[in-house]
């Protein structure tokens, strides 16, 4: 496969799951963390980052748009709840776990 159509592909792909979350908005980001290791807040990370990589001025908010369809704010104010406390204290084991890794 050439590499145009594997970017191509790969992009296709992400727009799927940008659907995808968008279609389940239910599903919240420390749920996706808990179980993934990563939510929409790490894809506007890392889309952020590939635009500064390519020399595109991007702030957090606007990359944050992309990911989310709508302004930040607004998709909290829609879509997400508060947290279990069983999804808090899951949330806070994996991040003192992955802190502890790195510190070694």
Not at 11 to 26: G, K
Not at 58 to 72: H, Q
Not at 79 to 102: G, I, L, P, W
Request: aromatic share 8%; proline share 1%.
């Amino acid at each position: 496969m050439d590499d145009q159509t594997r970017t191509e592909l790969e992009a296709a792909a992400f727009r799927m799951l940008l659907a995808h979350l968008d279609a389940r908005s239910d599903v919240q980001n420390i749920d996706m963390m808990n179980l993934t290791g990563f939510c929409r807040n790490c894809l506007s990370r890392w889309y952020q980052e590939a635009a500064e990589a390519r020399g595109i001025d991007m702030d957090k908010e606007a990359a944050r748009e992309i990911i989310y369809g709508m302004p930040y704010a607004d998709w909290k104010a829609r879509h997400q709840t508060e947290a279990s406390t069983e999804a808090q204290a899951a949330f806070d084991a994996s991040f003192a776990q992955n802190v502890s890794r790195k510190a070694r």
